[in-house]
T-cell receptor, first 119, second 109 residues
Framework: NAGVTQTPKFQVLKTGQSMTLQCAQD?????MYWYRQDPGMGLRLIYY???????DKGEVPNGYNVSRLNKREFSLRLESAAPSQTSVYFC??????????????????FGPGTRLTVL | GQQVMQIPQYQHVQEGEDFTTYCNSS?????IQWYKQRPGGHPVFLIQ?????EVKKQKRLTFQFGEAKKNSSLHITATQTTDVGTYFC?????????FGTGTSLTVIP
């Protein structure tokens, strides 16, 4: 039981290059999330997927796209990387999700993160 | 837009002293969660508060959710070096979580 895994752990890109960050969870969770973490900014939600087959924008979606490939996997794509996207990216998952309701099973489990530098 | 403010940003304490971090939201929250992140690590869930005025304890940690469900606090009694890390609150509004900016705790032995 690996929990939430992310690849790669580190990545350096040049401005304009594209890449996909991969995330997978083996906990049979319905909801998955992508966050970015910048110094002094906390974690900011980029995109989330409440359930398989759905995706929605979070707080800072510009410059990113996502794919919920199946229940296990949720990928984040940078089509044309910019220096402002230098950050640590975390994927997370939670068991259940219903809009507007508080659930006991709302705990988010985070992956180890991807450190991305865009030059 | 939605904001969750967290203070202080940094806190240095002598081992054995108490520590408190506070979160304030601009809107009413469905629930609030607290996470701890060790340096170089990822956030790890500590607790979730759902009810107005709720208080929960985990050993030396006490968590409170305000009556209006707009603020929350985490209090650590008699800090230990193992408490070092950054503590984040995360408030749920609608379909999203909004994280506070975090409080970085340093414990001086």
């Amino acid at each position: 039981n690996a929990g939430v895994t992310q690849t790669p752990k580190f990545q350096v890109l040049k401005t304009g290059q594209s890449m996909t960050l991969q995330c997978a969870q083996d906990m049979n969770h319905n909801s998955m999330y992508w966050y970015r973490q910048d110094p002094g900014m906390g974690l900011r939600l980029i995109y989330y997927s409440a359930s398989e087959g759905t995706t929605d924008k979070g707080e800072v979606p510009n410059g990113y796209n996502v794919s919920r490939l199946n229940k296990r996997e949720f990928s984040l794509r940078l089509e044309s990387a910019a220096p402002s996207q230098t950050s640590v990216y975390f994927c997370a998952s939670s068991e259940a999700f219903l809009a507007g309701r508080a659930l006991r099973t709302d705990t988010q489990y985070f992956g180890p993160g991807t450190r991305l530098t865009v030059l | 837009g939605q904001q969750v403010m967290q203070i202080p940003q940094y806190q240095h304490v002598q081992e054995g002293e108490d520590f408190t971090t506070y979160c304030n939201s601009s809107t009413t929250l469905s629930n609030i969660q607290w996470y701890k992140q060790r340096p170089g690590g990822h956030p790890v869930f500590l607790i979730q508060l759902v009810k107005s005025g709720e208080v929960k304890k985990q050993k030396r940690l006490t968590f409170q959710f305000g009556e209006a469900k707009k603020n929350s606090s985490l209090h650590i009694t008699a800090t230990q070096t193992t408490d070092v890390g950054t503590y984040f609150c995360a408030g749920r509004t609608g379909n999203q979580f909004y994280f506070g900016t975090g409080t970085s705790l340093t414990v001086i032995p």
